[in-house]
């Protein structure tokens, strides 16, 4: 379980950030590719999306381990082996970006996020079933 709870911490500060930026914070340096200091409304509502999503894992994240039942097992799995995969796809987007802060900061965030799905798809952190 410590993985799902790290995993929720960190996408809990990343929704935290999401949301200054839908406010009009201005740290979109950070975000989108970095070329806006406070992110027009477009980008707003990606930020407010992205939040969604964030939710969204976390959920899939508890299922896996067993401490929520919202899916079947299969569908469990495989869920979180596609959110691996959205955390490798976002080292490499974040790699790319033109925004050093940006690179800086999101692209070790994405690699810890990516090992983290990758520990809990692999079925590591699993909740032992009571008999």
């Known amino acids: ?18 949301l200054t930026l839908v406010l009009g914070a201005p740290f979109g340096r950070f ?15 990606g930020s407010a999306v992205t939040i969604l999503v964030y939710a969204l894992i976390v959920a899939i ?4 381990i067993g401490a929520l039942d919202l899916l079947t097992q299969t569908l469990s799995i ?6 691996f995969g959205f955390f490798v796809l976002g080292i490499a987007m974040n790699a790319v970006s033109r925004s050093k802060p940006e690179r800086n ?3 070790p965030t994405s690699i810890l996020l990516a090992a983290l799905s990758l520990l809990i798809a692999m079925g590591y952190g ?3 079933m009571a008999i």
């Open 105 to 107: 900061t999101m692209v």
């Open 61 to 64: 994240a508890w299922d896996r």
């Open 1 to 18: 379980m410590p993985f799902a709870l790290v995993l929720t911490g960190l996408l809990a500060l990343l929704a935290i950030f999401q």
């Open 78 to 83: 495989v869920a979180m082996w596609i959110v």
């Open 126 to 128: 699993e909740m032992a």
């Open 31 to 45: 975000a989108w590719g970095g070329q806006q200091r406070v992110l027009p409304a477009r980008l707003r509502i």
